[in-house]
C-alpha cells in the first residue's frame, strides 16, 4: 500500500502521535516563496505555496491530492479557509513537491500570523485519519507564518484567539 508523510519536523518518521513537546507548527515540507525568496511571505500579492509529500509505502502513490489551508492562530485549528490544491502521483519510497494551483495572496489581519495547512491524501487508499491535526496525523504539515511589515526596531503586536477545543 501507499504510506504518504508530511513532515512535522526534520528526522519525522511518521509516528503518531507526536511527542508532547514537538514544534509541529514548523513543517520542512510546507513553504511559500514570494518575490523576496522562501518563508518570507508578501502582504497584498500573489505568494506561491509548496509542500513535499514523501511516499514510503511499498506501492506508487496515484492521485495524491494536496489541500492547502491557511487559519489565523489559535489553540486548535478553529476556522481554516482552503486556499486551493495540488496533485501527484509520487512512487514508492520517493518524494515529490506538489505546488498549490492557487496563488495565496495574505493579509496583515490579526499582526499577520497565519499558519499554513497542507492534508496530503489518496481518498479510500491512503486518506486522513485526524484532519488539519498534525500532532495525530502524519498527512498533515503546519508552517506557521508571520507577515511582519515594520521597519528595524518598530513594535508590532501578534494577537491569539484561544478556541474551546474540548467539548467540556
Not at 489565523?72 to 513537491?97: R, V
Not at 481518498?123 to 502524519?138: E, G, I, N, Q, V
Amino acid at each position: 500500500t501507499t504510506w504518504l508523510l508530511v513532515r512535522s519536523t526534520v528526522g519525522d518518521n511518521g509516528s503518531r502521535p507526536l511527542p508532547a513537546a514537538t514544534e509541529f507548527w514548523n513543517s520542512p515540507d510546507v513553504w511559500v516563496e514570494s518575490a523576496l525568496g522562501i518563508d518570507q511571505p508578501i502582504p497584498g500579492v500573489d505568494n506561491t505555496l509548496f509542500a513535499r509529500v514523501s511516499n514510503f509505502g511499498l506501492q506508487d502513490a496515484t492521485g495524491v491530492i494536496a489541500r492547502f489551508w491557511v487559519a489565523y492562530p489559535s489553540l486548535a485549528i478553529a476556522t481554516p479557509s482552503l486556499i486551493g490544491f495540488g496533485y501527484a502521483n509520487i512512487e514508492s519510497g520517493d518524494s515529490a513537491t506538489i505546488e498549490c494551483l492557487t496563488k495565496w495572496v495574505p493579509d496583515s489581519v490579526n499582526g499577520g500570523h497565519q499558519c499554513l495547512i497542507v492534508e496530503a491524501f489518496i481518498p479510500a487508499f491512503d486518506d486522513l485519519t485526524s484532519p488539519m491535526d498534525p500532532k495525530y496525523d502524519r498527512h498533515v504539515g503546519q508552517k506557521n507564518e508571520q507577515l511582519v511589515v515594520v521597519g528595524p526596531g518598530e513594535f508590532f503586536v501578534t494577537n491569539v484567539q484561544a478556541a474551546n477545543a474540548m467539548s467540556m
